[in-house]
């Protein structure tokens, strides 16, 4: 089991950028995929990024493909998003998740397939 904290998030201008950090404490991260998941107000959580265990594979929502990138260093137990050319409808508080994962090749899209969440980062963009 892990424990993840998110931390980074902030108020932006439109076009602007931020990197989020998720911290992991817990025993062999390298044994789960990762994925960044966020949440506007009144909507339902929807996924934005995820990588594999060794940080090789990894997948984006489409509404983000070529703006966001995700990345991880197990030596340190981190996983980053960065966020480039933000929007005002990528706002909403960003969570991390951890996949207990088998297969380099498991890159879950679905918030059901994860079982450890963090409480969160908010993201605010300005127009």
């Known amino acids: 089991q892990v424990v993840l904290v998110e931390s980074g998030g902030g108020l932006v201008q439109a076009g602007g950028s931020l990197r989020l950090s998720c911290a992991a404490s817990?025993?062999?991260?390298?044994?789960?995929?990762v994925g960044w998941f966020r949440q506007a107000p009144g909507a339902e959580r929807e996924f934005v990024a995820a990588?594999?265990?060794?940080?090789?594979?990894?997948n984006y929502a489409d509404s983000v493909k070529g703006r966001f990138a995700v990345s991880r260093d197990n030596t340190i137990n981190t996983v980053w998003l960065r966020m480039a050319n933000l929007q005002p409808e990528d706002a909403g508080i960003y969570f991390c998740a951890a996949a207990s994962s088998g297969s380099d090749w498991y890159i879950p899209q679905l918030v059901h397939d994860y079982d450890q969440w963090g409480r969160g980062t908010q993201v605010a963009v300005s127009s």
């Open positions: 817990g025993r062999r991260f390298d044994n789960y995929a």
């Open positions: 990588i594999g265990r060794s940080g090789v594979n990894k």
